[in-house]
C-alpha cells in the first residue's frame, strides 16, 4: 500500500498476561511475562471484557500499568485479552528479534561523544561470541604494552674477587628519568617484581680486571627466594694476560625473567673473579645499571 507523506511506523505489540478478575475491583495491574507494562494511552489498546471490547475513556481508563473499568468488576466477569498496540506513529521499543544490520545507522556512533581517556574497568564493550551478542567488562580484555619499565645504578664502586650479590643500589633520580608503573623494589641486593609478568632484565656493567685475571659477571634468578633455587641467567667472563695494563671494559648480560610469583621469584647481581675486580658505580652517573621491562603477562 503506498502513503502520502511518512508512512506510519508500526508499535510493539504485545498481549497482556491473563487477569483474574476480583469481585468488586476495578483496577488491575497490567504485565507482559509477569513484568509490569505502560501503554501509550487508552487508545493504544484493545481490550475485551465478557466478550465485549470496550471502548477507551468511557469504558476504562489507564494509568501508567493500571487499567482501570468505569464499573467494579463482579464475579463471573472474564477479562478476555489486553492487546497493547504501541505507538502507531512511534517505534517505541522494537519486538524481539526484529532489528538488524540493515535497521542500524552508519553514521551511529560518528556524532557521540569520545571517550578520551583509558576507560574504566567497569565499562562494558559488545562482542559477538560465536555469533551470540555478549557484554564484557574492559578489565577483562585490557593489557598488551608495556606496563612496567625502571632502571636502578650502582652507587659506589666495590673492589673484591667474590661478591654475591652487589647492594649498592639506588633508582636512578636523574632529571630526565622516569619508571612506568609501580616500579621494582630492592633489599640487600634482592630485586622484587611488583606483578607477576614476562620481564626483560638487562644488565651493563663496567669494570676493570687485573692484569693475567678474569672476571665472572653473573645475574641470577630464582623462584624459591634464593632459598635452594639459584640459577645463573646470564653470564660474561673476561680475562687479561697483558701484563702492561689492566683495562676497562664495560659487561652486557641481559635474559628473559617468567615471575609467576612475586613472593618468590627474584633476581641479583653478582661476581667472581680470579683476583680482586674493581666494579664502578656512582650516585650521580648510569655507570653500572641494571634495567627491568615487563614485556607482557607471565607464561
Known amino acids: 500500500m503506498a502513503y502520502i507523506g511518512r508512512e506510519p511506523q508500526v508499535g510493539n505489540f504485545q498481549v497482556c498476561d491473563a487477569i483474574s478478575v476480583v469481585n468488586g475491583q476495578a483496577a488491575y495491574t497490567m ?3 509477569s513484568v509490569n507494562v505502560s501503554p501509550e494511552t487508552a487508545n493504544h489498546m484493545l481490550v475485551s471484557l465478557n466478550g465485549v471490547l470496550q471502548a477507551p475513556g468511557s469504558s476504562y481508563t489507564v494509568s501508567g500499568s493500571t487499567i482501570t473499568f468505569a464499573s467494579n468488576l463482579v464475579t ?3 477479562i478476555d485479552f489486553i492487546q497493547i498496540l504501541g505507538s502507531t506513529l512511534d517505534l517505541g521499543v522494537p519486538s524481539n528479534d526484529t532489528v538488524g544490520a540493515a535497521q542500524i545507522k552508519d553514521d551511529l556512533i560518528s556524532g ?7 576507560p574504566a574497568d567497569t565499562d562494558e564493550f559488545l562482542v559477538s561470541d560465536a555469533g551470540t551478542l555478549k557484554r564484557i567488562d574492559y578489565s577483562l580484555i585490557k593489557g598488551g604494552g608495556i ?3 625502571d632502571m636502578y645504578r650502582l652507587t659506589a664502586n666495590s673492589n673484591d674477587s667474590d661478591v654475591t650479590p652487589l647492594t649498592a643500589w ?3 633520580d636523574d632529571a630526565t628519568f622516569s619508571k612506568m608503573g609501580t616500579g621494582i623494589s630492592v633489599s640487600s641486593g634482592i ?3 611488583p606483578s607477576t609478568g614476562l620481564y ?3 644488565v651493563k656493567a663496567m669494570t676493570r680486571v687485573n692484569t693475567g685475571a678474569y672476571d665472572n659477571l653473573r645475574l641470577r634468578g630464582s623462584n624459591d627466594n634464593f632459598s635452594s633455587n639459584n640459577d645463573v641467567l646470564a653470564l660474561q667472563s673476561y680475562g687479561m694476560h697483558s701484563t702492561n695494563a689492566n683495562p676497562y671494559q664495560s659487561n652486557y648480560l641481559e635474559t628473559f625473567f617468567n615471575c609467576t610469583n612475586v613472593s618468590t621469584h627474584k633476581v641479583k647481581f653478582d661476581f667472581h673473579a680470579s683476583s680482586s675486580l674493581d666494579i664502578y658505580g656512582d650516585t650521580n652517573d648510569n655507570v653500572t645499571t641494571i634495567a627491568f621491562i615487563r614485556l607482557g603477562d607471565s607464561q
Request: hydrophobic share 45%; charged share 25%.
Open 31 to 33: 504485565q507482559v511475562n
Open 147 to 149: 606496563t612496567e619499565a
Open 200 to 202: 626483560l632484565v638487562k
Open 170 to 172: 639506588e633508582r636512578v
Open 191 to 193: 630485586f622484587s617484581f
Open 76 to 78: 463471573g466477569d472474564v
Open 112 to 118: 557521540t561523544t569520545a571517550l578520551a581517556s583509558e
